[in-house]
């Protein structure tokens, strides 16, 4: 009889631990585990610089996944946990930095690319002076060459 207390007891928690995800060694609830991806998704893999760190299988990935999924579980929100991130590894590890100065050169690069082609593409079109024509002695030395 007591063995049938006990089972009941714990069965409670056994249905709860078959929700749980663990991940980067961190177990959380399937929520939880949602929004570390979202935050995840966010930032910029130290290593691959092109991949979210969600994507990405480097080492330095996975433990900022861990880092990011602990604090999630501590409640903390998600905002504080970008602005630790930001704080710890510099703007650059936001895949989509916000405009503010110090990135305004990183938006304004392709308007700069632009304009400079257009520079670029107007100083050919309107050429250089035309080529100084061949004296006597030039013309017959090619004569000869040729």
Known sequence: MRKLWLALALLPALALAQDMVTRDGVTLTPAQETRAEAIGDQL?????QNE???ESN???????RGIIR???????????IMNYMVQRYGIFVLLKP????????????PVLAL?????AFWAARRGAA?????????R????ELL
Do not use: F, H, N
């Not at 035309?130 to 030039?138: N, Q, W, Y």
């Open 58 to 64: 480097a080492k330095l990935a996975g433990q900022l």
């Open 98 to 109: 916000p405009v503010s100065p110090l990135t305004w050169l990183l938006y304004a690069m």
């Open 70 to 80: 602990q604090q999630v579980v501590q409640g903390v929100p998600d905002q504080d």
């Open 130 to 138: 035309p080529p100084v024509p061949l004296t006597d002695a030039e």
């Open 140 to 143: 017959a030395r090619l004569d």
């Open 52 to 54: 979210s760190i969600e």
């Open 44 to 48: 910029r893999c130290l290593v691959c």
């Open 115 to 119: 304009l400079l082609g257009a520079v």
